[in-house]
């Protein structure tokens, strides 16, 4: 057997791309993950704002307008990851997202500054985190983004780095709240217009190629989706009361199904798992959601 592959050489190794964004952009993310709440999809509300999982898709359109490539230029630009062997396929694993500031309302430059965290086996293959910083020209953090993501049959490397992944359960007992969307058929079709092209999403034949029997929700749709509905339940839909969400990709969802968001509040914090309502299944796990405390009025 050959040696096994070094991983600590491709830590921490900061790179950096511009990314844009305007009040389209926005809007069309909202819709992408079922907004009805108006200032998330009426530009001329005057509590206008970015829904706070916006960024997310930052890494994938980067300054770009038109529709992309897949991957795309910002998503090549990032960290170089090690080669490790036996890759089969890329699945999104895990994301934690901290707003430290809203981002401008009008749209505007960033800054995205990346680098990979840690590579670690796990299961059949290998788990790789990457940190992600979004920022102004001046160097402050808008938000601070960290993707896993599970390569399917990665073998013989050397594990390195540290992870940020923590296991999160849901308590025993029932669920404090539960709330539900129904998904669209065509719910994938308008997310990806925020800029995650993956064909995975779209395309029937892509999609058997890599084991599914027809194309799949993104799971950072989902993502979107119970943050909503979580904000709704506990702060009003008030995206100043988000602090920051961490989530587990358990199962993939067909567009047309139904989520189902069950929380469990402890003080600021929501644990929370979603189910597919038509198969019981859970599709993200390892949930928590964390609010802000609202500020003291004088």
Known sequence: ?????????????????????????????????????????????????????????????????????????????????????????????????????????????????????????????????????????NG??????????????????????????????????????IEEYKTTINQAVLYRLSGDYNPLHIDPKFAKSSGFKEPILHGLCSFGISCRLILKHYANSDPTLFKSIRVRFSKPVLPGQTLVVEMWKEGSTITFQTKVKETGVVCISNACLELKEPAAKL
Not at 46 to 54: L, Q, S
Not at 97 to 116: A, C, F, H, Q
Not at 148 to 168: C, P, R, T, W, Y
């Open 1 to 137: 057997m050959s040696e096994p592959t070094e991983t600590a050489p491709f830590l921490n190794k900061w790179t950096e791309q511009s990314a844009t964004y305007n009040r389209r952009d926005l809007l069309t993310y909202s819709l992408g993950i079922g907004c009805d709440e108006h200032q998330f999809i009426y530009e001329k509300n005057r509590k206008f704002a970015a829904f706070p999982t916006y960024p997310i898709v930052l890494g994938f359109k980067g300054d770009q307008q038109d529709v992309v490539n897949f991957p795309s230029k910002a998503m090549i630009k990032g960290p170089k990851k090690p080669p490790l062997k036996g890759i089969k396929v890329g699945l999104d694993g895990e994301r934690y997202l901290e707003m430290v500031k809203p981002l401008p309302k009008k749209g505007g430059d960033v800054i995205l500054k990346e680098r990979l965290l840690g590579v670690f086996k796990k299961g059949t293959g290998a788990s790789v985190e990457q940190e992600t910083l979004v920022t102004d020209k």
């Open 140 to 177: 402050d953090v808008y938000c601070r983004i960290v993707s896993g993501q599970f390569l399917v049959g990665a073998e013989n490397f050397k594990d390195s780095g540290v992870s940020f992944s923590k296991k999160i359960t849901v308590p025993s007992r029932a669920p404090d709240a």
